[in-house]
Nanobody, 128 residues
Framework: VQLVVSGGGLVQAGGSLRLSCAASGLTFEDYAIGWFRQAPGKEREGVAGINGSNSDTYYADSVKGRFTISSDNAKNTVYLQMDSLKPEDTAVYYC??????????????????????WGQGTQITVSS
């Protein structure tokens, strides 16, 4: 399984960015894809996840109403649309994938412990 992350960069508070996670080597419908982030000195945090089998989604409370996760199954790509960005959203963002017919919440839990396949990180910096 390979995950390639694109997007990210520098944005002012209140702005928007979109991340993409292109997956290969998997059957998309058999996996859940999650977005995680890690800020300096902080633990890795699960931000959002989507289940390839039923499009069920998960959002951390910190991003609900501001971030939207979506998928294009034909392209094996998951997107994270981030709106109303805040300086506290500054972090390195990663996507991860874990297989199995499990719930999105279960998948996010597994990935939070490092299970699954991980893409490279991309820096997002939100200036105040």
């Amino acid at each position: 399984v390979q995950l390639v992350v694109s997007g990210g960069g520098l944005v002012q508070a209140g702005g928007s960015l979109r991340l993409s996670c292109a997956a290969s080597g998997l059957t998309f419908e058999d996996y859940a894809i999650g977005w995680f982030r890690q800020a300096p000195g902080k633990e890795r945090e699960g931000v959002a996840g989507i289940n390839g089998s039923n499009s069920d989604t998960y959002y951390a409370d910190s991003v609900k109403g501001r971030f939207t996760i979506s998928s294009d199954n034909a392209k094996n790509t998951v997107y994270l649309q981030m709106d109303s960005l805040k300086p506290e959203d500054t972090a390195v963002y990663y996507c991860a994938a874990v297989g199995g017919r499990i719930t999105t919440a279960q998948a996010m839990s597994l990935m939070s412990y490092g299970f699954g396949s991980w893409g490279q990180g991309t820096q997002i910096t939100v200036s105040s």
